[in-house]
């Protein structure tokens, strides 16, 4: 990996983490809370690809988790937010072209699987009916985690990025 890329990856690590910190809203019933981070994890699997996605989603959600003091949720965001990153990378596949709909839709099963995935975890740690509940904040974290991926993938197309990509 070239110091380029590994830059870029430590930078989105970091926007996710940041954007995952900035707005957190504590959910009691899981201990858990809903933030933005989504959004990052999603412009970065779209624009760069898989492995950006997976470090963005992974390492920096979980990250967020540990200096928020969310400690029990670190190894289960690590690999659900990383396979969340890497499975909307995939799905995406390798377009210059921001808007399109196997992008779009990539998008939506990614969000769908992190409410998935922390559904999964949630019935194990507390049982099924807090991770039902928490079902409706997973789903409210995912719909304003996309929105904002629409506007921020609009400005980086009127910005023309994908011409500074590799």
Not at 13 to 40: E, K, Q, R
Not at 121 to 149: L, R, T
């Amino acid at each position: 990996m070239t110091t380029k890329k590994l830059c870029i990856m430590g930078l989105l690590i970091a926007l996710t983490c940041v954007a995952t910190m900035c707005i957190h809203i504590p959910i009691p019933a899981t201990n858990g809370y809903i933030n933005v981070g989504d959004s990052i994890i999603l412009v970065s699997a779209v624009l760069f690809g898989g492995p950006y996605g997976l470090a963005a989603g992974g390492i920096g959600s979980a990250l967020a988790d540990l200096l928020l003091g969310y400690t029990n949720y670190v190894p289960v965001t690590l690999v659900v937010k990383g396979i969340e990153g890497l499975l909307v990378a995939i799905i995406a596949g390798k377009n210059a072209d921001f808007f399109t709909v196997r992008k779009i839709a990539a998008a939506i099963l990614g969000v769908a699987w992190m409410v998935l995935g922390y559904f999964i975890f949630e019935s194990f740690m507390y049982g099924v009916a807090a991770a039902a509940e928490s079902v409706i904040s997973n789903c409210i974290q995912a719909g304003g985690s996309f929105v904002i991926f629409i506007i921020l993938g609009f400005a980086l197309h009127k910005a023309k990025i994908a011409n500074y990509i590799e």
